[in-house]
Structures are given as structure tokens and as C-alpha cells.
């Protein structure tokens, strides 16, 4: 479903589905972008070039470590197009996915170093199991091929995705009825969900209690990302796509112009 086409000399973009792309202009890009000027008076940053080395790291870990950039100094621009406020996994895919819709002059400010915040230690989890927004459940897909598949073709990068499977257990009977009703809509989605009795659930985690268990909710290919390696993976591919991300470039405040909002 996902659409390669050339982008550069050695990279490669990857079309939006149809109804992501939706999603994305109407309801949460457009009615937002504005132009906002940077402050000239701020200090000479540094910025990932696109020849640096992102390398993805083999397990969780501090953002201190697995970091390879090489640093091009440069002033900030004056103007841009978009400017997003933090390098954490969210501020990332904003960039990232803003490319993918054609928007250009945009810079990623970061006051650290990239993901050193809350994303390099956050669980990870990626679960398409739960919701019964037709929306929310096209989101949670979507996400899932984009760590899966779509950002390691990309960029070369692993995100750390392993399908360990997710199981959501019930242990009363108003859940068990709830999770029965949003499994169902979930599969009328397309997401494969299984409904496990508690010795199921018992031989898939042995070290699993059940007693008081009604029942467990599985999705075999659901399971995990190592935060980090996606935030680089996303930082990576937004780079190659023409965003400017800097870190070290701390924001000290918004202020509120008619025309839109200037760095205060």
C-alpha cells in the first residue's frame, strides 16, 4: 500500500496512504500551519547533515549512547516555514510526515540532544487492540507498518519493532463484554484479534496469575519499539527529506502576533 518513489540521489520516499494522507491534511496540518520567524540574536547550532551516521542501537538505552552525528555549524535561518518545538519521538514524525505531505522550510528546534527527554525511556508498546474509533484503529495500523516496514526501508535503520504479540486480559464481566464488543469492531478493521480462554493466556505467559482471568484478547503481531531507534529512524528520514533539525537550539518563548507566532 505504500507507494516508493525516488527522492535523491541514494533515498527514497515513501507515498502516504490515501487515507492517512486525509487524515493528516485535513484534520490536524492544515487548519495549523503558519509562518513563524526565528529570532536571528539566537546562538550558531548545530544540525544533523545528511551524511551523518544515525546508527540504530541494539536495545533500549540513553540517548547519551548509539549516537553518531556529524555536525555542520550553522545560524538558524530567519524565517521558516514550520517550526516544530521538540526532538522527542512526537516532534520527530510531525517532521517526518509533514515532508511526506510536500511541506518545505521546516525546522525542528531541540534544546538537548534528540530523544533526551521523556521519548528514550519510554515502554515502547505498539498496539492496534482497544479502540472503537474506525479513526483511531486506521492510526494504530498505520503506525505499526511505518515501524515495521515502511522507516527501516526507508533509511536503513531498525526501529527496534518486535512482534512479541500483546494480549489485554479481562477479569470481570462488564470488560469481558466491552473488550468482546471493541475485538469485534477491531476485526471488522482488519486487525486480527484473538479471544483466549485463561489457559491459553497461561501457556502463552507462564508466569501469568489467572486466577480471577475471564478471558484474554490477542493480537499475535503486535508488540514493541525501542523508542530511540524509531526517534532516529524518524529523524533520519526527515533529514533526508529536507528538514532542518537542530539540537541544542532551546526555545525560550511564543509570542503571539497578528500575522501568527514569532520566537520570543
Known amino acids: 500500500?505504500?507507494?516508493?518513489?525516488?527522492?535523491?540521489?541514494?533515498?527514497?520516499?515513501?507515498?502516504?496512504?490515501?487515507?492517512?494522507?486525509k487524515m493528516l491534511s485535513s484534520?490536524?496540518?492544515?487548519?495549523?500551519?503558519?509562518?513563524?520567524?526565528?529570532?536571528?540574536?539566537?546562538?550558531?547550532?548545530?544540525?544533523?547533515?545528511?551524511?551523518?551516521?544515525?546508527?540504530?542501537?541494539?536495545?533500549?538505552s540513553s540517548p547519551s549512547l548509539h549516537r553518531s552525528l556529524s555536525t555542520s555549524p550553522s545560524a538558524l535561518p530567519s524565517s521558516a516555514n514550520v517550526v516544530i518545538v521538540g526532538g522527542g519521538v512526537i516532534g520527530l514524525s510531525i517532521a517526518y510526515h509533514l515532508s511526506l505531505l510536500g511541506v518545505r522550510d521546516v525546522v525542528l528546534l531541540e534544546r538537548d540532544k534528540l530523544t533526551s527527554g521523556t521519548t528514550w525511556h519510554a515502554a515502547g508498546l505498539m498496539v492496534t487492540f482497544g479502540s472503537l474509533s474506525h479513526t483511531?484503529?486506521?492510526w494504530r495500523k498505520y503506525t505499526k507498518s511505518l515501524y515495521e516496514t515502511v522507516?527501516?526501508?526507508?533509511?536503513?535503520?531498525?526501529?527496534?519493532?518486535?512482534?512479541?504479540?500483546?494480549i489485554e486480559l479481562a477479569t470481570d464481566p462488564n470488560t469481558l463484554e466491552e473488550?468482546?464488543?471493541?475485538?469485534?469492531?477491531?476485526r471488522y478493521c482488519g486487525v486480527d484479534v484473538r479471544e483466549l480462554t485463561p489457559g491459553e493466556c497461561l501457556d502463552r505467559m507462564p508466569?501469568?496469575?489467572v486466577e480471577g482471568v475471564l478471558a484474554g484478547f490477542e493480537v499475535p503481531t503486535d508488540g514493541r519499539v525501542n523508542p530511540y531507534?524509531?526517534?532516529?529512524?524518524?529523524?533520519?528520514?526527515?533529514?533526508?527529506?529536507?528538514?532542518?533539525?537542530?539540537?541544542?537550539?532551546?526555545?525560550?518563548g511564543l509570542t503571539v502576533a497578528e500575522s501568527g507566532f514569532k520566537n520570543g
Open 136 to 138: 483511531s484503529t486506521e
Open 151 to 166: 522507516l527501516p526501508e526507508a533509511t536503513g535503520m531498525s526501529t527496534g519493532f518486535k512482534p512479541c504479540g500483546f
Open 229 to 252: 531507534d524509531a526517534a532516529m529512524a524518524f529523524a533520519r528520514a526527515a533529514k533526508d527529506n529536507g528538514v532542518d533539525v537542530r539540537e541544542g537550539a532551546k526555545v525560550k
Open 179 to 186: 473488550y468482546r464488543r471493541i475485538a469485534a469492531f477491531n
Open 207 to 209: 508466569m501469568l496469575s
Open 27 to 60: 484534520r490536524l496540518l492544515a487548519p495549523r500551519l503558519a509562518r513563524v520567524a526565528l529570532q536571528s540574536s539566537l546562538p550558531t547550532l548545530s544540525t544533523l547533515s545528511s551524511s551523518s551516521s544515525l546508527s540504530p542501537s541494539s536495545s533500549s
Open 1 to 21: 500500500p505504500h507507494a516508493r518513489t525516488p527522492h535523491g540521489d541514494n533515498h527514497h520516499r515513501y507515498r502516504l496512504p490515501t487515507y492517512t494522507r
